[in-house]
Each structure stands twice: as structure tokens, then as C-alpha cells.
């Protein structure tokens, strides 16, 4: 049983990022708890705890990206056999919360399938919930259990600090991140663009104009998703077509789906900077995808949850909450 400052810990990885995970359990000194998952026949999911968790906190990790409705069911099995095994809490570190932009009723007979997954989550037995990014604050307000939504932007302004780029001025890449864009450009003194566009259809999106001066600056696009790429690789080509002289994509969940890093590979953008929420195959990295670990913020995250400590401290990025 391991002991982390006095309490019982167990940090259970599932199948979507156990790299992620055992990085998490590295810094907090602990091994990954043992379990066994199996499949039936027809898919369903089997899933059985080799050894006690009676009046420990229990730490699940498991981001909720492609196979989506597979991670989810095993995330809820998982809960499910922990309460059922009295663990003391049960936590869920969800990096990448799937279903996330659909927040909202945009048409009047759509799903807010955020809201959904939050019920699920919380009558299945989870006590708190750790996300990053989410793509919607008001998400937080789905839950009735605690929810800790933690900012990967420490690692991205570490990363480029240490580039030491002259010049920069961050992009926004359309209308609804220009809070984001600004925040992260207080940390660089640097002036904030923003991408005017426009979505014919999902996953398509035209430039209709840039707002701001990105000539002979080294432009930086931040942004939570990049799913098929198609927002930032057109963005990119119209900061070079205005007079960028280089154009870095920054954003927290390479969802990357389809041939997306492939067209990255081969668009205007010089160097594409995610992290690891999501765990990447061989096949989506090439030399232009730079993967930064958040296992520290989430980690330490962890590590004040258990010591019943603020975690204020892992938001202090921004010059102005310093």
C-alpha cells in the first residue's frame, strides 16, 4: 500500500495515456496499482481490482479522446468497482475531457452531451474530478462534485521563454480565445492578432481577415483542441501571406484526427507545440510536433488534493497573479 504525506494512494492507470500516468506516479515516488481489464465477446467491458482499496484515495487517469465511448465505459466500470470496493475517494484525472464542445444547444433539438458524461461521472461515484483546459469553463458548473480544471499554459510559456524569440505576437485563433491569447501574451510584453473567421460546415473553416499587425513577427497561435488541423494550418498560411515571419501552433489537446499532423507536416506552420493530455502514436508525430509533458501541474495537482492544500500556486503563470 503506498503512503504519499500520511494517506493511503493508489493511482490507477486505464487504457487512453498510461505513459502520462506512470509519469504522474513517478513524481509523486509511488508504483501504478495493478488491475485487470478484459473484453467479452461482444465488447463489453470486464474489469477486476487484485488487491484492497478500502479507505484509500484512489487516483484514476484516463483521457477521454479517440476510441471516445471505449475510454468513457472503462472510466465508469472503473468508478463503479471502486465504490463498490469502499475506496475512500475516488478521483478522476481526465486531461482531455471528451464531449467537451458540445456544451451547449446550438439548434433547438441538439444534446448538451457535456452535461451528459458530467452526470455519468458523478452518479457513478466519483468524489472530484481533475481536468485541464476544459473547452468551456462553464463545464465546471455540470458537475456537483468538486472539479479542479488545471491551465497547461505553464509548460508553453516555459517552452518559449527558453526559445528566447524576438518579436512575437500571439494569435488568437478566432474571437472566443482572445481571453486565452491575452493571457498568455502578458507573459512575453507581446501584442495579441486575432483570426476572423468563419465555419462553413464542422471541421471547415475560412480566414476572412486578421485583426492586428503580425508583419516581421514571429507569430504564436494558442488554442485548447486542434482536432483536424483544418483552423490553424488556414490561419497559418494567412499570418505568412500578411508578413509573418514564422508561425508556431501552441495548443493543450492534439486530438489530430485523421491525416491532420500529416498536413501540418506539409503547411506553413514552422513548429507545432501540444502536450501530452493526449498520448500520441509513432504514426501522428513528425519533426515538426514538439509533445510537453503536464505530468508535473497535474502531479503536484495530486499531491496538494491529498494534503488538503491550495493549488492556486499551479495557476501562477500570468505576470499579473504573480
Request: net charge neutral; aromatic share 6%; proline share 4%.
Amino acid at each position: 500500500m503506498a503512503n504519499v504525506h500520511g494517506s493511503k494512494v493508489k493511482i490507477f492507470a486505464l487504457s487512453s495515456n498510461r505513459e502520462l500516468a506512470k509519469e504522474i506516479a513517478d513524481y509523486i515516488g509511488i508504483e501504478l496499482s495493478d488491475f485487470n481489464l478484459s473484453r467479452f465477446a461482444d465488447g463489453e467491458v470486464g474489469l477486476d481490482i487484485p488487491e484492497t482499496v478500502r479507505g484509500t484515495h484512489v487516483f484514476i487517469v484516463q483521457s477521454t479522446n479517440a476510441p471516445v465511448n471505449d475510454n468513457y465505459m472503462e472510466l465508469l466500470i472503473m468508478i463503479d468497482a471502486l465504490k463498490r470496493a469502499s475506496a475512500l475517494t475516488i478521483n478522476v484525472i481526465m486531461p482531455y475531457y471528451g464531449y467537451s464542445r458540445q456544451d451547449r444547444k446550438a439548434l433547438s433539438r441538439q444534446p448538451i452531451s457535456a452535461k451528459l458524461v458530467a452526470d455519468l461521472i458523478t452518479v457513478a461515484g466519483a468524489t472530484r474530478v481533475i481536468c485541464m483546459d476544459l473547452h468551456a469553463a462553464q463545464i465546471q458548473g455540470f458537475f456537483n462534485i468538486p472539479i479542479d480544471n488545471l491551465e497547461a499554459a505553464l509548460v508553453m510559456v516555459d517552452y518559449f521563454k527558453k526559445k528566447k524569440l524576438e518579436d512575437i505576437v500571439i494569435v488568437s485563433p478566432d474571437h472566443g480565445g482572445t481571453t486565452r491569447a491575452r493571457k498568455f501574451a502578458m507573459n512575453f510584453n507581446a501584442p495579441i492578432a486575432i483570426i476572423d473567421k468563419r465555419r462553413p460546415r464542422p471541421n471547415v473553416a475560412e480566414v476572412m481577415n486578421i485583426i492586428g499587425d503580425v508583419k516581421d513577427k514571429n507569430a504564436i497561435i494558442i488554442d485548447d483542441i486542434v482536432d483536424t488541423a483544418g483552423t490553424v494550418i488556414a490561419a497559418s498560411g494567412a499570418l505568412k501571406k500578411a508578413g509573418a515571419k514564422n508561425v508556431y501552433v501552441c495548443c493543450t489537446h492534439p486530438v489530430l484526427s485523421k491525416d491532420a499532423t500529416t498536413r501540418i507536416y506539409n503547411s506553413d506552420i514552422t513548429e507545432f507545440i501540444c502536450t501530452n493530455t493526449i498520448q500520441l502514436p509513432e504514426e501522428k508525430k513528425n519533426d515538426k510536433v514538439v509533445q510537453l509533458s503536464v505530468a508535473k501541474i497535474l502531479g503536484q495537482g495530486l499531491i496538494n488534493i491529498i494534503d488538503g492544500t491550495s493549488i492556486t500556486e499551479l495557476f501562477n503563470y500570468c505576470p499579473e497573479k504573480k
